[in-house]
């Protein structure tokens, strides 16, 4: 892609979002039933999508003295919220609404008022492994011979509910449980190789990986809420480029490291030095639960710890950050439910070295900070498959603990970084000038 805004007019043809958009989630616990019902609730005036740059944010157009700053959601042509229907599956039966009930997340007042279209959505039944996700079973889970016909019962179930609600297109984004960790094998490496393990079911193809095939065989983009390895490997992004499907992930930036990547970004921009910094978390939702398990919490906190080593760069600045103790810790505590605690102890240090310390103590609300996050994503993945944008996208790392990159490019994750590249690729999908924030034309 070339970043000269010219070339736009003749490259990047955005097709019209007419018609329904389907969402299709993996998972439809706390996260996805928050975004369903926070979505039915801002159709019905019932609430505002605050946190949603889709739908509150606008971006600047030319200069800072021409005043022209529209909405994002007026500048590019985005699905509006009344064009999405929503769809999914689970491991258990429960249907949307007494899903959202059971996450306590929404308040039993506004989800009576939600009561009909949340009943509607019934989960399909899920493909599911336990060696994955070790904490949790349920009854809705398919069954079949192969990882191969599993995955052919999924492409099934994207074709159905297609034709079920009228959508003409969809987007999948996986809110499912945090699995195991794992690292790529053979048969990861290409799409070959990754069909030929679905056909003899090899045992390190995880759920998420088969949902993210069927996904993109379908011709449907795909976004990973999760830190799961999902499309992290070769087979997914030889498969993306080679359909035209935009992919993106992982991990939703939404309490601690969202902070962190607000915080650290200014520290090192100053010159600060760290010494330390200790993160912990008690919360009490099913998340929590499952990241018990010691393989799904060594997943989370590799997207976690990664964070800081980027930002930081120890091997530019080793005066100032080579030797930094970076902890995480997640501690399940069912009296919190969603409503998350994390703290965060920051030992800095300063000129001549002198030390000084930071203390961030963010009671937050898990879903509630997610919601938004997944619906700018499913909806600015839709946008980039019908601007013709295949393969990672990068621009939306903003949304990202653990960005996807270009093999061998260390990710991005300074929030404001990712903001301005987020900002930049829609004003160079609509043949703007970027921002380049130079501004030497002001004094001039
Ligand atoms: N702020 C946040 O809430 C946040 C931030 C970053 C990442 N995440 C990730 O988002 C995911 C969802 O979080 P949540 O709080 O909604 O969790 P949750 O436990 O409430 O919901 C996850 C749902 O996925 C289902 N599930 C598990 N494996 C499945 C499979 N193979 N197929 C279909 N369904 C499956 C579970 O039954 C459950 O209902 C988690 O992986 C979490 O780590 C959440």
Not at 112 to 123: D, G, H, N, Q, Y
Request: hydrophobic share 40%.
């Amino acid at each position: 892609m070339s970043a000269n805004p010219s070339d736009h007019k003749e490259n990047v043809k955005i097709a019209p979002a007419d018609g329904k958009l389907g969402i299709l989630i993996p998972g439809l616990g706390a996260v996805a039933t928050t975004t369903i019902a926070g979505v039915e609730a801002v159709r019905r005036g019932l609430g505002k999508p605050i946190g949603s740059l889709t739908q509150l944010a606008t971006i600047r157009l030319g200069k800072r003295t021409d005043n022209n700053t529209p909405y994002i959601r007026d500048f590019v042509p985005l699905a509006k919220l009344d064009q999405l229907v929503f769809g999914g599956w689970d491991i258990f039966n429960d249907n949307c609404y007494e899903a959202a009930k059971n996450a306590n997340v929404l308040e039993a007042p506004l989800l009576e008022k939600l009561r009909e279209p949340l009943e509607a959505i019934k989960p399909m039944s899920a493909v599911f492994d336990q060696e994955y996700v070790k904490r949790i079973t349920g009854p809705n889970v398919k069954k079949s011979k192969d990882k191969w016909e599993l995955v052919q019962a999924l492409i099934d179930d994207i074709k159905t509910f297609k034709e079920k609600s009228g959508a003409t297109r969809a987007t999948m984004i996986w809110c499912g449980s945090t699995e195991t960790f794992k690292k790529p094998t053979a048969v990861h490496q290409t799409v070959a190789s990754f069909e030929a393990g679905l056909k003899s079911s090899d045992s390190e193809i995880a759920p998420s990986q088969m949902y993210a095939y069927a996904a993109l065989v379908s011709g449907v983009p795909f976004a990973n809420g999760a830190p799961n390895l999902t499309t992290d490997i070769p087979a997914m992004l030889e498969l993306s480029r080679e359909r035209n499907i935009p992919i993106c992930g992982k991990d939703f930036k939404t309490g601690q490291t969202f902070m962190k990547t607000v915080l650290a970004p200014g520290f090192k921009a100053r010159m600060l030095g760290m010494s330390g910094w200790f993160s912990t978390n008690i919360l009490g939702n099913r998340d929590g639960e499952v990241l018990e398990d010691p393989g799904s919490f060594k997943t989370k906190e590799e997207t976690k710890l990664s964070v800081l080593d980027e930002i930081l760069q120890p091997g530019l600045y080793p005066d100032l950050y080579k030797d930094l103790y970076h902890a995480v810790r997640i501690n399940y505590y069912p009296p919190r439910g969603d409503s998350k605690e994390g703290w965060d102890n920051i030992d800095i240090f300063g000129w001549l070295g002198y030390p000084m310390q930071i203390k961030v103590d963010f009671l937050c609300r898990d879903s509630i900070l997610a919601a938004p996050l997944v619906l700018d994503l499913v909806l600015f993945l839709d946008l980039a498959q019908r601007a013709g944008m295949r393969g990672i996208q990068e621009w939306l790392s903003f949304y990202f603990k653990g960005p996807m990159t270009a093999p061998g490019l260390y990710p991005e994750h300074d929030l404001f970084i990712q903001l301005m590249k987020l900002k930049n690729t829609l004003r160079w999908m609509q043949g703007e000038d970027l921002i380049t924030h130079l501004g030497r034309d002001y004094y001039d």
